[in-house]
Every structure is written in structure tokens, then in C-alpha cells.
């Protein structure tokens, strides 16, 4: 699914870039944790780089969880989690007021939504309601209790988990909510010879909550990350390439599989997503390539299949590759 994502390579001479070479160390880092996993963690800096959210998707198990943590440790980034249950209520995740006995008055008490990296686990556990209660803070990034509006820490980053739809107890995402979120990031099964080497590092001692045990350390910061922006803002977009970025996302409007396709917003998000990568790549222009790499896991949660297209197995993915491969590309 994400296989273009693995590992940016340097496509073309760049001169060094100590912000660049930090965030390239931090999927270094974060492989002492996880094993096989580097196309999401490429996933999730681009996603930082673009001061956008992630959608991880993936059956129990394959370490969602531990990434995150992992992540967060090697950024040097607060971090925070929360189990969503169905009992779960808004006021547990954005922060609440309390009485205060003291002072005879209601005072705000923050809730873990006030960190730099929110780990939302298993978010299609708990009601419409309390998902919801996340819509302000990742598009506004900011939390309104009682007609007060308190800014989010930055930066700030939702990394919501969810297993596949299929199992039970779940509560899909609604298409507002899917649209809030910049990439969706399927995280699949190690193949053998990853799994013997999780296997292997249990057995030598490896603790998945200990991760300065595994030797994972800071190698970049919050500067790091702001100089990095900077720097992506500053990625040349060609007119052929905004207009390729066009015609893809209009073609997924067409599609016969497709009953909603995308919107304007994920054709923004593509734009953003490439230059990103472009960036990481060691590239300060974008290429076609470039966009092909982010299509799928920046667009997949943006459209809707016919139910008829479901019933014939149709996904997502399947009508966007070929979408992909109909689109003229821009020489």
C-alpha cells in the first residue's frame, strides 16, 4: 500500500540540510522500536511537515500504538494517549471545568487533547459523539469550552488508530471526520522475515515500554520540525504539476466506482503532501513522482465506493491506482 513511501532516497543534489538530516534520523530511530514499518513513519513526518493528521489503519498488533510512542520519543515531543471506548465522552479528550471549592468558581482542567502528538487509540471504538469532539481541535487547533477558546500546543498532531471496520464494536468514521485528517496510513502484516526479527528482539529482552532500553533517543526537536516547514514552503510547484494534482482529483469525481470522490481540500492536501516528500527526497521542486507516492494514502479516505462496487470487491485503492494510470502525467 505505502511501498512508494519507504525510505526517501536523494533524487537530486541538495546542499546539506541539518534540519532535513534530523528527521531522516528519526526514522532511524524509531526502527530500534518498530520493525518494517518505514513507509508509515515516513508517512507520519510528512504529515508533521504539513501540519496535518494521520489516520493508522491496521489489524491488532502490528505495533500502531508503539510507533507513535516511538515517534514522539525521538522528536523529543509530549505525547499523550487515549483509549476510546464507547463510553468515552468529549469532555475526557478536549478538557472539562470543574468546580473548585476553594475559590467558589469553575475553572478549566486541560484535557490530554493539550499535548504535541495525541495518540487517539482505537478511535472508531467510541460514538460519533465523542469523534466529533476532536473536529475543532485538529482543524482549528484550538479547544472552545464554555465560550472560551484555548489554543493547542505546537506543534500538534492527532495519530488516531483504528482496526478495519469489519470487526465488531466499531463505529465507522464519518466522511467530515475522514476529511480532517491529511493521510491514511494502512499498516500491513510483516512478512517472515520481519516477523523473526520481532520475535528475535523479544527474546534477547526488547520491552515495547521501554524505549530508552531499546536505545531509542531525541535526534530532533520542535526547531527541527519549524525549520523544516519553512524549508517545504519554499518547494517550487510548476503549473503542469498543479494542474496534474487537478486532474487526478477531478477523474476521482468521474469515476464510475466512486459515489463521493475528492474534494478540493484533499486536492490542497496532495499539494501540501508532495512538497513534503519532494523535501525529504532532497529535492526543492516537485515531480509527478512525487505526487503518485502521496495519491493513494492522501486521497484513499476521501472518497466513497458505490455499494454495488462493494459488493464486487471493489477498493478505494484498486479505482485510484488506476485512475493513476490514466491521468496523463506532465513531462
Given amino acids: ?105 469553575f475553572s478549566f482542567r486541560e484535557g490530554p487533547v493539550f499535548t504535541n502528538i495525541l495518540l487517539a487509540d482505537e478511535i472508531n471504538r467510541t460514538p460519533p459523539k465523542t469523534q466529533a469532539s476532536l473536529l475543532e481541535a485538529m482543524e482549528e487547533r484550538q479547544v472552545s469550552v464554555d465560550g472560551v477558546s484555548r489554543p493547542l500546543p505546537e506543534p500538534f498532531l492527532v495519530a488516531a488508530t483504528q482496526n478495519p471496520v469489519e470487526y465488531e464494536g466499531t463505529y465507522p468514521l464519518p466522511e467530515a471526520q475522514l476529511d480532517r485528517f491529511l493521510l491514511k496510513l494502512t499498516m500491513p502484516l510483516p512478512n517472515r522475515t520481519e516477523e523473526m526479527e520481532v520475535i528475535r528482539r523479544h527474546a534477547t529482552g526488547f520491552s515495547p515500554r521501554d524505549l ?13 520540525l519549524e525549520r523544516a516547514r519553512q524549508a517545504v514552503a519554499n518547494v517550487a510547484v510548476e503549473p503542469e504539476i498543479i494542474g496534474y494534482i ?19 481540500r484533499g486536492a490542497t492536501a496532495l499539494l501540501n503532501t508532495s512538497r513534503a516528500w519532494a523535501w525529504l527526497s532532497g529535492r526543492s521542486f516537485i515531480t509527478p513522482d512525487d505526487v503518485k507516492a502521496l495519491a493513494l494514502p492522501c ?33
Fill in 1 to 105: 500500500m505505502n511501498e512508494q513511501l519507504r525510505g526517501p532516497q536523494i533524487l537530486e543534489p541538495m546542499q546539506h540540510d541539518p534540519a532535513r538530516q534530523a528527521l531522516l534520523d528519526v526514522r532511524n530511530e524509531v526502527a530500534k522500536a518498530v520493525v518494517g514499518q518505514d513507509a508509515t513513519v515516513t508517512g507520519m513526518l510528512i504529515a508533521l511537515l504539513a501540519q496535518g493528521h494521520v489516520l493508522l489503519e491496521g489489524v491488532p498488533g502490528v505495533a500502531k500504538t508503539l510507533l507513535v510512542r516511538a515517534l514522539s520519543a525521538s522528536l523529543s515531543l509530549d505525547t499523550k494517549r487515549v483509549q476510546f471506548t464507547p463510553d468515552l465522552m468529549p469532555g475526557d479528550v478536549t478538557g472539562s471545568l470543574v468546580y473548585d471549592s476553594h475559590t467558589s468558581g
Fill in 212 to 224: 530508552a532500553g531499546a536505545g531509542v533517543r531525541a535526534v530532533a526537536g520542535a526547531q527541527d
Fill in 246 to 264: 487537478v486532474d487526478l482529483v477531478r477523474a476521482t469525481r468521474s469515476a464510475p466506482s466512486f459515489q463521493l470522490g475528492v474534494s478540493p
Fill in 299 to 331: 486521497l484513499r479516505h476521501r472518497v466513497a465506493l458505490h455499494p454495488e462496487a462493494q459488493m464486487d470487491g471493489v477498493r478505494a485503492d484498486d479505482v485510484l491506482t488506476s485512475i493513476l494510470a490514466s491521468v496523463p502525467v506532465p513531462r
